[in-house]
């Protein structure tokens, strides 16, 4: 992995880092993470993570692995049970209130400015279903 790619990854989660432990979201989720990048990156998220006094939870979807930041234990346990009934991918809707998405639709309504939540990923449309 190219040094820009890596810290475009790095840069995102800490910028959830600061989200998370300034409870402006409940939980927060890395960059999707290939093997190959999870490998090389762990390490270092969870550094980032462990040096503000969250934690991280590892799942894994569509064979890239994404780390859950949470700062509560009950955070992580919402998550959890969602993931017992839905994929995060295919279910982005489930998850929204619990990333902290819902605020800015009620903003939208308070502002009336039409915003949307944009998935960028090229493999998050082009996944293949195991």
């Given at each position: 992995m190219n040094m820009n790619k890596a810290s475009y990854y790095l840069g995102m989660t800490f910028a959830f880092v600061e989200c998370v432990c300034n409870d402006a979201k409940e939980i927060a989720l890395t960059h999707?993470?290939?093997?190959n990048e999870f490998s090389e990156l762990k390490e270092l998220n969870e550094k980032i993570i462990h040096e503000n006094q969250l934690h991280v939870y590892w799942d894994t979807t569509y064979e890239h692995h994404i780390g859950v930041i949470y700062k509560y234990n009950e955070s992580l346990q919402k998550y959890i049970e969602l993931r017992q009934n839905f994929n995060i991918i295919d279910?982005?809707?489930?998850f929204k209130s619990l990333l902290g998405y819902d605020i800015v639709y009620q903003m939208n309504g308070y502002t009336k400015i039409n915003t949307t939540v944009v998935q960028s990923e090229d493999w998050l449309f082009n996944k293949q279903k195991n």
């Open positions: 999707p993470l290939s093997e279910h982005f809707e489930a």
